[in-house]
């Protein structure tokens, strides 16, 4: 993905704009300290990428020869990617011939194709296992708003409505459309897509936004993810919020998990499905606060729009956390081993310089860092939202923080 730095100094000038037009109602992060590098390619590090792409290359042949006339298989393989079993409408490749419903509708020889297939491309990439994506199953789901997240619309910040999905369009064809994890793209946001013709090669059918794959029989060949999230049913923020004053203090519980992702393409590509976020948040002395995974979260969901995760930090004593806190977000994509983050920190101005490091696995998107002041102003009340709220500006994904008390 782009470097960060190079993103803001082309957006310089327009962004000094818009802060005049904002200053009145916002306020920045008192210390940004960290700025993000993102990599469009991380899934292909340690791989074969090559030799993967070509079996992924095989593997649609294999299925769209499945496919050819046989809607029942087609159907049955949209309805186990709509079971989310792994958090997003995708299946694994090694597990469409275990469902029953499947196995009846494949002959043995395309069977034993598909299975060799896959033995093959999960030796040539570290043993992470191939899958099947089909990103218009989304519009079949009837749990459309996941448990536990409330939304509110960037432009209107006290609309009530809990949805704002990709735009849905009439479909386009009715060919099944085969795009591949391993295969590039321009700016993360365009792929090129194929189709099967008659003597079973793939044809160039053209390149594939996002809207497009929401919208028509698209199927995505790729690479599983990786993520750290437990489910956790027990979070004491799922409390129904309550109105405070909008100034800290230690007997108030410290929330986090409000973000606004202002350009999703740029970190998670849309073949890549749902966005795995986690965060860390440290203290003025570098101390580890609190670190967190999250449930993956619908495209639909989170770009453009402020979702509420209800993070629970704690209770915040300067005389134990100090003046500042420093928060980093990451996009979780796994990989077989780790990196670490290392940047140079001033807690406090005039104070003494320490380096913050956080060890992140290798395939991870770093989405930035900035500093939390136990000062800064944040919104007393959910989810109504008065000016002067502090927006800290990481990248291309905005943060917030605010307290409610526990009953």
């Known amino acids: 993905m782009k470097n960060i730095k190079n993103y803001l100094a082309s957006q310089l000038i327009p962004l000094i704009g818009i802060l005049i037009i904002l200053s009145s109602c916002k306020k920045e992060s008192a210390q940004v300290t960290d700025k993000a590098t993102f990599d469009s390619k991380n899934l292909s590090k340690g791989i074969d990428k090559s030799k993967v792409l070509d079996l992924e290359h095989g593997i649609a042949k294999s299925l769209a020869k499945i496919y050819a006339g046989n809607h029942d298989f087609k159907k049955a393989l949209e309805n186990l990617c709509l079971k ?47 899958i099947v994506f089909i990103p218009s ?23 009530n409505d809990t949805l704002k999905m990709i735009q849905r369009l009439p479909p386009e064809t009715d060919k099944t459309i085969y795009v591949f994890g391993e295969n590039g793209g321009e700016d993360n946001k365009y792929y090129p897509g194929y189709t099967m013709d008659e003597s079973g090669s ?82 003025s002395s570098g101390t580890l606060i609190k670190e967190r995974a999250f449930a993956p979260i619908r495209r639909g969901d989170i770009n453009n729009r402020w979702v509420e995760l209800n993070d629970p930090i704690g209770h915040w004593d300067v005389n134990i956390w ?35 490091s956080t060890t992140i696995k290798k ?9 939390v002041g136990y000062n800064d102003t944040f919104y007393g009340e959910v989810p109504l939202l008065p000016s002067g709220w502090t927006i800290y500006y990481i990248s291309y994904m905005n943060f917030q923080r605010y307290s409610q008390y526990q009953q």
């Not at 395939?363 to 500093?371: F, I, R, V």
Request: net charge negative; aromatic share 8%; with cysteine.
């Open 84 to 130: 989310q079993k792994h958090g997003d409408y995708y299946t694994r490749l090694s597990e469409i011939f275990t469902e029953n419903s499947l196995q009846k509708l494949a002959s043995p020889d395309q069977i034993e194709s598909i299975t060799s297939l896959v033995k093959q491309m999960k030796a040539a990439n570290s043993g992470r296992e191939p």
């Open 137 to 159: 199953v989304e519009n079949l789901d009837p749990e459309i708003v996941k448990p536990r997240i409330a939304l509110n619309s960037i432009n209107e910040p006290n609309s």
């Open 202 to 283: 793939l044809t160039y059918y053209g390149m594939i936004s996002e809207s497009f794959a929401w919208n028509n029989p698209v199927v995505v060949i790729g690479i599983e993810e990786e993520s750290s999230y437990i489910p956790d049913d027990t979070n004491p923020a799922a409390l129904n919020p309550v109105k405070v004053l909008s100034q800290r203090n230690p007997s108030r519980l410290e929330i986090g998990g409000r973000i606004l992702v202002t350009d999703i393409s740029q970190i998670e590509s849309w073949v890549r499905g749902k966005l795995e976020m986690k965060y860390f948040v440290n203290s």
């Open 322 to 356: 100090g003046p500042y806190q420093y928060e980093r977000w990451i996009e979780e994509d796994g990989g077989s081993s780790t990196t670490t983050i290392t940047t140079p920190v001033t807690p406090v101005a005039g104070g003494p310089t320490y380096t913050f």
């Open 363 to 371: 395939d991870d998107n770093n989405c930035g860092l900035a500093s």
